[in-house]
Every structure is written in C-alpha cells, then in structure tokens.
C-alpha cells in the first residue's frame, strides 16, 4: 500500500457503517486510494488508526507523496465486524 496524500478534513463525517472511516473538522486525513467506478466520489484512508471510506469532497490536501495512482475496482464490498 502507498500513501498516495495527506489531507485536512473539512467538516465532521460519520459514516453509515464500519467501511467508513469518521472524523472531525480538521483532522489529519491520509489516503491510500482513490476508487473508480460506480462510487468515484470515494477515497479511502486513515484517521488515526481507523481506516475506512469517505466521500472526496470531504477533504483538502495538503501535501502529495506519490504521483502514482492505484486505481481500484469499487465492486469488492468490504465485511463489517
């Protein structure tokens, strides 16, 4: 996994189950992929030590690590515990 960019979260998001991943305004955001397909508005990432969906729209960035893009099939459903 590569650490694609680092973000600013720009307002409060909760998501509507555990493949999504929550945070506050401001928070640090760290994203690992940007999914294609049917949900393109969805990136995913960490916060802390939670890792989980989020709508792109959610989040500035602030710094870029790689230039290299992983694109993702977004059919693959994830199985919440």
Partial sequence: TVLMCRGKAMQDF?????RFVNFKKGEA????YKLIGKSTEL??????????YFP???LEINHNYSSEELELPTDVSL???
């Fill in 43 to 52: 990136w995913a990432g960490s916060v802390g030590s939670d890792f989980g």
């Fill in 29 to 32: 955001v760290y994203v690992y």
């Fill in 56 to 58: 792109k729209d959610l």
């Fill in 79 to 81: 199985i919440c515990y």
């Fill in 14 to 18: 909760k998501g509507p189950d555990c």
